[in-house]
Nanobody
């Protein structure tokens, strides 16, 4: 039973920082990739970042980022805690969204990620 639970969302001022957590169970990052998606009001799901499973060939264990967050967001993992994190710095109002973590064998688009958390709301506003 694969499960993911996000936490850490909240209200933050522009330029501020926030760290989201995704606690997972029922799998390991050896076999599964975990992605962060976000959905802003009235917008489609956007993939923010993803960490490849260790079995993803030469890219195993590496993370990638959307251009809109590259240089500001950092994905990391703590294998001992079965948790991945999304450190968000220099936040902008346009980062406001519900943030989800999702898992599947590969880092994929929204429609191809099989397992999802319920999301956590991040609001960036003065």
């Amino acid at each position: 039973q694969l499960q993911l639970v996000e936490s850490g969302g909240g209200l933050v001022q522009p330029g501020g920082s926030l760290r989201l957590s995704c606690a997972f169970s029922g799998f390991t990052l050896d076999d599964y990739s975990i992605a962060w998606f976000r959905q802003a009001p009235g917008k489609e799901h956007e993939k923010v970042s993803c960490i490849n499973s260790m079995k993803s060939g030469s890219m195993g264990g590496s993370a990638n980022y959307a251009g809109s967050v590259k240089g500001r967001f950092t994905l990391s993992k703590d294998n001992a805690k079965d948790t991945v994190y999304l450190q968000m710095d220099k936040l902008k109002p346009e980062d406001t969204a519900v943030y989800y973590c999702a898992a599947d064998y590969f880092c994929s688009d929204y429609d191809d990620m099989g397992y999802w958390g319920k999301g956590t709301l991040v609001t960036v506003s003065a």
